[in-house]
C-alpha cells in the first residue's frame, strides 16, 4: 500500500486527537498561565486544593481496589456460565454504564440515604437512622456509588483474560497437593496481572475524575479536586486561571495512573 494512501488511515484519528486533546489542554494551560503564574501560586497556596488532592487519592484508591476484588470474583462467575446465560448477565451487569451519575445518586440517597429504605430498615432494628444515613455522604458512601459503575468497568476488561485462562493449570496443580487458593495466587492471577492493572488504571482514572454523582451525592460535604475546580467556576465566584490550574493537576494525576499501569504492562 501506498504510503499516502496509509497516511489517510491516520487523519480521522489525529483530527480527533488535535480537536479534542491538544487544543482543549493548549487552551487550559494558556488560561493557567494568563494572570503571570499567579493562579498556579494561589491554588497551591490554598489549603482546600491539598484536602481535595487527598480526598481524590483517597476514593482513587479505595473504589477501584474494592471493585477490582468484586469485579474478578463477577467475571470468574461469568466465565463458568452457558454462553447465552453469560451473555444475558453481561448485559444486566453493565446496565449501570447506560445511567447518569446523577440518577446514580438519587438512587444510592432513595436506599441509603436519611430516608431510605437500607435506613429505615436498620432503624427498626435499633441503629440510629441519623448515623446510618450519613455513610452515603461521607467519602466511603461515595466510593460505594462510584464502585457500582466500576465493577462493570473491571468485569468488561478482566473477562476476556479468564475467559481464555487454560483452567486445566488449576487442575494439575491441585492433583499435585497445591491448595485452590495457591493455585488461584501462583498459576491464574500472574497471567491475568496485565488485565488486573489495566483495569484498576481505568478504574482509577475514572473515579479520579468523576464529578455529577461526586456533586449530586455530597455536595461541597467531601473535598475532590472535581468539585474544588466546580467551586472556581460556579455561581458563586468564577476564578477561570486557578480552575485551568486545577483542571492540569487533575489531567495529570489521571495520565500518571494510567501511565503507571502501561509501564507495568510493558515490563510484563
Not at 494512501?5 to 498561565?33: D, H, K, N, R, Y
Not at 475524575?209 to 449530586?216: E, F, K
Amino acid at each position: 500500500m501506498p504510503r499516502h494512501i496509509a497516511a489517510l488511515f491516520f487523519l480521522p484519528g489525529t483530527l480527533v486527537f488535535v480537536l479534542f486533546f491538544a487544543l482543549p489542554a493548549t487552551s487550559i494551560l494558556l488560561e493557567a498561565v494568563s494572570d503571570a503564574g499567579s493562579a498556579v501560586a494561589r491554588v497551591f497556596a490554598d489549603p482546600v486544593f491539598w484536602n481535595g488532592v487527598r480526598g481524590s487519592l483517597l476514593i482513587g484508591t479505595i473504589a477501584p481496589f474494592v471493585s477490582l476484588v468484586v469485579g474478578v470474583m463477577v467475571a470468574i462467575a461469568l466465565s463458568r456460565l452457558a454462553p447465552r446465560l453469560r451473555t444475558a448477565t453481561l448485559v444486566a451487569i453493565t446496565l449501570p454504564l447506560t445511567f447518569s451519575g446523577l440518577i446514580i445518586a438519587y438512587g444510592f440517597i432513595l436506599v441509603f440515604g436519611r430516608s431510605g429504605f437500607v435506613t429505615l430498615l436498620l432503624a427498626e432494628l435499633g441503629f440510629d437512622p441519623a448515623v446510618v444515613g450519613q455513610f452515603i455522604y461521607s467519602v466511603f458512601g461515595l466510593g460505594l456509588a462510584y464502585s457500582y459503575y466500576l465493577i462493570p468497568r473491571v468485569v468488561l476488561v478482566v473477562l476476556p483474560a479468564i475467559m481464555n485462562f487454560d483452567a486445566t493449570q488449576i487442575a494439575a496443580a491441585r492433583s499435585m497437593g497445591a491448595s485452590r487458593l495457591r493455585a488461584l495466587a501462583g498459576i491464574m492471577l500472574p497471567q491475568i496481572a496485565p488485565s488486573l492493572a489495566a483495569a484498576y488504571a481505568l478504574t482509577a482514572s475514572v473515579a479520579i475524575g468523576a464529578y455529577g454523582t461526586a456533586l449530586a451525592l455530597v455536595g461541597t460535604q467531601v473535598n475532590i479536586l472535581p468539585l474544588v475546580l466546580y467551586s472556581k467556576i460556579s455561581e458563586t465566584g468564577t476564578d477561570m486561571p486557578a480552575a485551568a490550574v486545577i483542571s492540569i493537576v487533575l489531567m495529570a494525576i489521571c495520565s500518571a495512573v494510567i501511565a503507571l499501569a502501561e509501564l507495568m504492562l510493558g515490563r510484563r
